[in-house]
C-alpha cells in the first residue's frame, strides 16, 4: 500500500511539473492541461500497482511509455512533434516515479 500512495502521489506532482512546463511553452488548453495531470497520477497508480519483476528503471519507462501513449495520441492532432514531446516526457515521467518509489522510498513490488 505505500508503494501505491508513493507512486501516484509522485505522479500527480509530476503532472503538475509536466503543466507547468507546457504552460512556459505557451500551451494554454485547459483540457489538455487537466489530461496531463491524470495522465500522470494514471501513470503513479499503474507503477505503484505493477508487479511486473524487471529492473525498476525499464519498469517505470515502459509503464510510462504505455500508459501515456493515448495522451500523445490526442497530442498528434497538433503534429508529429507534439505527439513525440508527450510520449518522451511519458517515458521520462514513469521513469522518474519509479525512480522516487523503489529506489528513494525502497518501496519494493
Not at 500527480?12 to 512556459?24: D, K, N, P
Not at 508527450?86 to 529506489?103: D, H, K, Q, R
Request: proline share 2%; glycine share 10%.
Amino acid at each position: 500500500m505505500k508503494r501505491l500512495w508513493i507512486a501516484i502521489i509522485v505522479g500527480f506532482l509530476t503532472g503538475l511539473l509536466c503543466v507547468w512546463g507546457a504552460s512556459q511553452r505557451g500551451i494554454w488548453d485547459t483540457w489538455m492541461l487537466v489530461s496531463a495531470v491524470a495522465n500522470r497520477t494514471l501513470i503513479g497508480f499503474a507503477i505503484g500497482m505493477s508487479r511486473f519483476k524487471m529492473h525498476w528503471a525499464l519498469h517505470g519507462a515502459l509503464i510510462g511509455a504505455i500508459f501515456g501513449l493515448p495522451l500523445s495520441l490526442a497530442a498528434l492532432q497538433s503534429g508529429f512533434a507534439s505527439f513525440l514531446a508527450f510520449e518522451l516526457a511519458s517515458i521520462v515521467y514513469g521513469f522518474v516515479v519509479e525512480l522516487v518509489t523503489a529506489v528513494i522510498f525502497k518501496a519494493k513490488p
